[in-house]
Each structure stands twice: as structure tokens, then as C-alpha cells.
């Protein structure tokens, strides 16, 4: 009975997830296909001039002009016509090697960090100004003084991704490393076990899973920075690709763009969220 | 094109820009200078020639008039003899025509994807590189601040810039001071004033108070343009309107998004801003000042004397580029050149329409103006001068302004400057040439007093 149940839940849930799908694709297609005002125009003039005057064609495109040209970027992914346009799957590429080199970095900075201010209470009253002051700094405004500064775009970009993802991080893990349990503390004071195996054996699988949320909310930022810091440097990813899109005002191809920017955000949130599964404990 | 134009040909304007006064209107004028253009140049060591001869006989005869009672008064193959006795022409134009060593064959030269920047942009696809050894890797570019950082980290080897953009690096405004040079100017015209559809009524100035307009960059022709134009009308463009700095590509959507009222800014966008019924032409840049500098080409001092070979090459690619793009039957192949997405990205049909000049403005009419957009590459120092005039007078640069020495040392005026140096010769004063913005003169001999000329002014 309890199986059924479940199973009903999440077989009603998709069938409403479905449901809202279908709503919201018609009411857009509906909205994009009713056609504008046509002023009257010779027509010399108007064969220079776009869809919209001659046609009234609303400047916003519908769900199937919108599938059309995603599934044209689906099935073409790897094409390189130069430096400055390729393929979607590359320019995906690109942005997660960065977005994993930043993060990485995040990753080798904030818990060994976190660990030092979750043990250390003067360690952890010392720093709570610095961390609290840096944390809310948005990616855009450290991207000037790191280009700077670094003078490189790259570097730049990898920078501003590590300085965003690492506050998250920082926190959770500094607090998870300051509510183990105390029984298990004085557990491993009584077997006398030494500092470092304690840190490792006892501390870091008890604090595991709130430092895993802490990297999954981290993982997040670090994609929403790198579409930011790719729009305002340029060159190679997916925010490029959304502003030379943007360029040419291809409002088609820029909702394109933020669909897979969503899926593939999605898909690494889902990858840390297995990790996390794999930690947990029932207390 | 007066640079590449045949030098000792008395009835030939050597300064672009003037009357000279043999023909009965300034269209017919027009017209016969573009059937001479095409029938004088033959072959690229003639067209060398005539650069180098060009630039000699405009240092000698700064007026054009004298030039010309000079060679009426002794023919064309006496005046060649006769300054071949004191500079030889010839070996001048072989040094600099000379293929010389290339001392760095993969270049990065960034760009920002409007019309501005077309022979930089087409010189790729069209192969002009490739025809002076070079393998050039142009890359796009997100917005001018980033084209400045990047030249100025040497991420890009050369650059497309605004014009005044090398010169306010070099005076160290708005950027860390580093010697910075222009000598190639990409393009002439080529901007517009365009206004929300919404305005078609309002086409009067006067009108405009309360006004949010965009220009590109602080330091542009747009912004200095703008501002000559409200103050013109008697609006002061610090108190009276708003002027920010928008990227371009973002003005057509600020426009439909109702968050300027206006803007002074490169093509494409003004036909774009048409194309996609979202505001009209109010006013092309041409009719401000016809012939003014929009766009240069630029690489820093280090570059030029480093690798004086690369630029050599780099600097001749584009001006044959530029010459290619001067004459009008090729403006077509050109706008379906760089409009894919590699390039500028826009639909070839706004591309043409700016290129070849026939094109809808926005209100109904179809126009005609062939000289909407012109390519000529040589860096007149008076061009300097007025920018910076504008810029002490707007307040961007601040105290005593020695603006030839500036002018010289950014806007180098062509490369056999330096050659002539080279054979061991002093060189004359300062092509420079005078011009009217308005409707006013401008003498490049007396910035401080054209400058004192304004009433709506900030310079101290």
C-alpha cells in the first residue's frame, strides 16, 4: 500500500508538471502569433526594412521557431566557423572547464578554511568580518578590478568564479565542522586518537553532508557567475554566445541559450546532490 | 580617394574635404572624382607611389591651391624631377612598399562588431592578410573598456578603436598613461542620430530638454559630435539632456525599451533601429561634419618599434583594405563578406543598405546618400587637434594641452614620416588641413581660440 502510494505521488506530480508545460507553451504560442499593426509602405521601402513593419510579426519569437533553431544547435554542436563563432557544445565546453577549474580552487580553499574556523573559536571571531563584508560582493564588480589587475581574461574570469563560490562553501563547512556532536568528540579524546585522524575519521564524515550542501549551493553560484563574466569579457562560452546572440538581437537564439545555460545548471546540481546522497547518515 | 590619387595631376585634389571650385556642383564634383579614381590606379606599387608621392607633395604645399598653380606653371614630369632632387621618391616608395622581415606572423587584432570596423573585418575573409603574409586571427569584442584592457594587457596585438581613444591613453585619461598610436584612420561618416519612433514629431532640437541619449564611449566622436550639435541649438548637454554611455549593441534594445530617448551611435544599429520598426533616422553624422574621423586602427609604440616589420605588413593590409572599400561597386561583396556570424553578425540586408548607402530611414522615405559611410586611411593631425579641443572643452582633460606635439606623436601621419627620417631628412610641419563642423571653420592653427569660440563650454 505505501509502495502504491508513493508511486501514485510522483506519477500525479509529473502528470501536473506535464500539464503546466503544455499551458504555458500554448498561452506563449498564442501570445507571439497574433500579428501587429502594418503601416501602409511603398515597396521599394519596404523590401529594406524587417518582419515587423511589413508584416506586423511580433518582435519576440514562438515556441516553435524557439524548438526549430535549438534543435538546429542540437544537432550541429561541434561546428568551429572561426573564433568567434562556434558551436554550442563548444562553447559549453569551454565555460564548464572554467567554471570546474574556479570551483576546484574554491574547493581547495574553503575547507581546509572551514575546518580552521569551525575548530578554532578565535580563528572564527577573527575572520566573521572579512568573511561578512567579501561575501555579498556581486561577480560584476570584482570583474574590473581583476582584469586589472590580473591582466588576463581568463585568469580573470577563474578568479571571480573562485571569490563568488567560496563564501557558501566557507560557511557550511566551518559550521558543520562546529556542530559534531560533542559525544563523539570525547569518544575519540577517550580512545586518544591524534589530531589529524581525528579531523579525518571523525569530524569530516559528521560534517560531510553540510559541507556537500554547502558545495552544491556553491556549484550554483559558480555557474550563474561564469554567464555573467563571459557576457562582459567574451571570447569563448556560453555567456559570450548569449551576447553575440544578443548582438544581432536573435532574441530566438539567446532563449535558446538560457534554456541549456538552465539544464545543464540543473544537471550539475543533480550531480552534487547524489554526492550528498552518498554521505548522509540517519542520525 | 585622395590619398591614392595620382599626386601630379593638377586638376586633382590632393586635400579631401574642399571645393575645387571646376565643377559646378558638389555631386558632379563627386562623380568625376570617382570615374578618375578608377581609372588611375593600375597596380599596387603605383598605388604606394602615390601615397608616398601624395604625403611629400602635401608637406611641400600645405595649400592646395599653391600645389597646383606649382604643377600648372611646370608640368607634372618637371615638379617629379625636381623633387626628386631633394627627397627620392623612388627609393622611398620601394622602402616602404618592401616586404620587410615579419617578425611575428600570428596576430590577434581585437574588434567591435560595427560597420565602423569593416576593413579591419573584411581584410579577413577577402584575404588581405593573407596577401601580406600575416595570419591574422580578428576577434570580437565585448564593449570598448574590455578592447582597451585587452590591447593594453597585449592580449590583442592591434586594435580597432574610436579615434580619440589613442589619444586619451597616451595622455593617461580614463587609463593607465602608455604611448599609443593611430595610423590608420578606418572610416569617415558612418554614424547617425536615431529617435525613438515615438519622437517623429519632435525632430526640432529645441524640443529636446529632458532627453535621455546614449553614446558609445565617453571618449568618441558620438559623444563629441552630440554634444557640438545640442550646444549648436542652445542646449547644454550636461544640464539640459542626459548622455550615457551604452554599449552598442545594447541601444537598439534600450530604445525599445523606452530607456533612451535617442541615440548618437555606430552602424549597424541606426538601421537596425529602422529594420526592426523601433526608431528613425533623425540626422546622419555627415551633415554634422562630412568627412569627420569615426573609427581608428591602433597598436601601441612598443609594437611599432618592436616588430616594425609585422606592422609594416599589418598597417599595408589595411589600407588596402580601406582602399578596396572606397570604391562603391564593391560595397556589396563586402556587406555579404562580414555580416555572417562570425563577423558583425546582422542580416545582410541592413548591412547593404548602410554600405551602399540607399536605404529607409524610418519615416516612410527611401534615401540615397552614397557617402554615408567612406573609407580613407590617412590620419590628418587636424583630426587630433579638434578632438582634442572638444575634450579640454567638456572637461575630460584639464590644464595646458600642447595639441600638435600630441597630435603629432599619436596620429602618426603615415609611415614614410618615419621613412623620411630614415633617408636623413627633416620633415616638413604637419599635414594638417582645415574644415568646418556646422558650418564653422576650424584652423588647426589655433585650437585655443576656437576653443574660447563657444558659448556652452566647461573648459577653464
Redesign the interface.
Known amino acids: 500500500m505505501a509502495i502504491n502510494n508513493a508511486m501514485s505521488i510522483s506519477f500525479r506530480a509529473s502528470i501536473v508538471s506535464i500539464l503546466i508545460l503544455v499551458i504555458f507553451l500554448v498561452a506563449w504560442h498564442i501570445a507571439t502569433s497574433g500579428t501587429g499593426a502594418v503601416q501602409q509602405m511603398d515597396p521599394e521601402y519596404a523590401k529594406l526594412m524587417g518582419l515587423n513593419a511589413t508584416q506586423g510579426k511580433s518582435a519576440m519569437p514562438g515556441p516553435l521557431q524557439v524548438g526549430a533553431t535549438l534543435w538546429q544547435h542540437l544537432t550541429n554542436p561541434f561546428y568551429d566557423n572561426g573564433p568567434n563563432d562556434k558551436g554550442l557544445g563548444i562553447q559549453l565546453a569551454y565555460s564548464i572547464a572554467r567554471v570546474g577549474m574556479g570551483y576546484l580552487l574554491a574547493v581547495l580553499v574553503a575547507i581546509p578554511l572551514g575546518f580552521l574556523i569551525g575548530m578554532s573559536q578565535l580563528m572564527s571571531r577573527a575572520l566573521d568580518p572579512f568573511i561578512q563584508v567579501l561575501k555579498p560582493i556581486s561577480p560584476l564588480a570584482w570583474m574590473p578590478l581583476a582584469l586589472y589587475t590580473i591582466k588576463d581574461s581568463s585568469l580573470s574570469a577563474i578568479f571571480v568564479i573562485f571569490i563568488c563560490s567560496v563564501w557558501p562553501m566557507l560557511i557550511n563547512t566551518a559550521f558543520g565542522v562546529a556542530s559534531v556532536r560533542k559525544e563523539w568528540l570525547n569518544v575519540a579524546r577517550t580512545l586518544e586518537v591524534g589530531a589529524f585522524k581525528r579531523a579525518f575519521t571523525v569530524i569530516l564524515p559528521a560534517a560531510a553532508p553540510t559541507i556537500l550542501t554547502g558545495m552544491r549551493i556553491s556549484i550554483g553560484i559558480a555557474w550563474l557567475v561564469i554567464v555573467a563574466a563571459e557576457m562582459l569579457v567574451g571570447g569563448t562560452g556560453i555567456g559570450y554566445f548569449v551576447w553575440n546572440e544578443w548582438n544581432n538581437l536573435s532574441i530566438t537564439n539567446v532563449i535558446n541559450a538560457i534554456l541549456v545555460i538552465g539544464i545543464v545548471g540543473m544537471i550539475l546540481d543533480q550531480i552534487l546532490a547524489r554526492a550528498a546522497k552518498l554521505v548522509t547518515y540517519p542520525e | 580617394m585622395p590619398m591614392f590619387d595620382n599626386p601630379f595631376d593638377p586638376k586633382r585634389r590632393l586635400t579631401s574635404g574642399c571645393p575645387c571650385g571646376q565643377h559646378r556642383s558638389a555631386e558632379e564634383h563627386d562623380n568625376a572624382l570617382r570615374l578618375q579614381a578608377q581609372e588611375v590606379l593600375p597596380s599596387e606599387d603605383k598605388r604606394y607611389e602615390n601615397v608616398v608621392a601624395g604625403t611629400v607633395l602635401r608637406a611641400m604645399f600645405p595649400k592646395d591651391s599653391a600645389r597646383r598653380a606649382f604643377l600648372k606653371s611646370v608640368g607634372a614630369s618637371t615638379a617629379l624631377a625636381a623633387i626628386s632632387q631633394f627627397f627620392p621618391l623612388s627609393t622611398a616608395t620601394e622602402v616602404f612598399a618592401q616586404a620587410k622581415p615579419i617578425e611575428k606572423k600570428d596576430l590577434k587584432v581585437g574588434f567591435i ?1 560595427i560597420t565602423c570596423a569593416t576593413p579591419i573585418i573584411m581584410a579577413h575573409p577577402l584575404g588581405f592578410y593573407t596577401k601580406h603574409g600575416l595570419n591574422v ?7 570598448w ?2 578592447i582597451r ?2 590591447t593594453l ?1 597585449k ?1 590583442y596585438d592591434a586594435a580597432h578603436m574610436l579615434s580619440p581613444m589613442p589619444l586619451a591613453i597616451t595622455l593617461g585619461a580614463g587609463a593607465t598613461a602608455q604611448a599609443y598610436t593611430a595610423p590608420a584612420i578606418e572610416n569617415i561618416n558612418g554614424q547617425a542620430i536615431t529617435l525613438s519612433l515615438k519622437h517623429k514629431d519632435k525632430r526640432d532640437p529645441k524640443s529636446w530638454k529632458g532627453f535621455k541619449f546614449a553614446v558609445p564611449f565617453d571618449y568618441s566622436m558620438h559623444n563629441y559630435l552630440l554634444r557640438y550639435y545640442l550646444a549648436e541649438h542652445g542646449l547644454d548637454p550636461d544640464t539640459d539632456v542626459q548622455i550615457r554611455a551604452v554599449p552598442p ?2 541601444m ?2 534600450n530604445l ?1 525599451a523606452d530607456n533612451i530617448d535617442g541615440f548618437l551611435g555606430p552602424d549597424p544599429m541606426n538601421q ?1 533601429a ?4 523601433v526608431g528613425f533616422i533623425h540626422l546622419l553624422s555627415k551633415e554634422i561634419w562630412d568627412g569627420h574621423p569615426c573609427c581608428a586602427f591602433a597598436a601601441s609604440q612598443e609594437f611599432v618599434k618592436t616588430a616594425p616589420g609585422t606592422y609594416a605588413s599589418l598597417l599595408k593590409s589595411i589600407i588596402d583594405a580601406t582602399a578596396f572599400a572606397s570604391k562603391p561597386g564593391n560595397r556589396k561583396q563586402i556587406a555579404e563578406a562580414i555580416a ?4 558583425i ?3 545582410v ?1 541592413v548591412l547593404e ?1 548602410i554600405l551602399t548607402g540607399t ?2 530611414d524610418g519615416l ?3 534615401k540615397k546618400d552614397a557617402k554615408r559611410v567612406d573609407f580613407d586611411p590617412f590620419p590628418y593631425e587636424s583630426f587630433a587637434i579638434w578632438i582634442l579641443t572638444q575634450m579640454k572643452r567638456w572637461g575630460q582633460i584639464k590644464g595646458d594641452v600642447k595639441y600638435a606635439d600630441v597630435a603629432k606623436q599619436v596620429f602618426l601621419a603615415t609611415d614614410t614620416t618615419r621613412l623620411m627620417k630614415e633617408v636623413g631628412l627633416t620633415p616638413p610641419a604637419s599635414p594638417t588641413k582645415s574644415f568646418s563642423v556646422m558650418g564653422k571653420v576650424f584652423d588647426p592653427s589655433k585650437p585655443d581660440a576656437y576653443l574660447k569660440s563657444f558659448k556652452i563650454s566647461k573648459a577653464s
Open positions: 562588431p586571427e580578428v576577434i570580437k569584442t565585448a564593449g573598456a574590455v584592457d585587452k594587457n592580449e549593441p545594447e537598439v534594445a525599445r537596425r529602422v529594420f526592426d520598426n555572417p556570424a562570425n563577423y553578425n546582422q542580416p540586408t543598405q536605404y529607409a516612410g522615405t527611401v
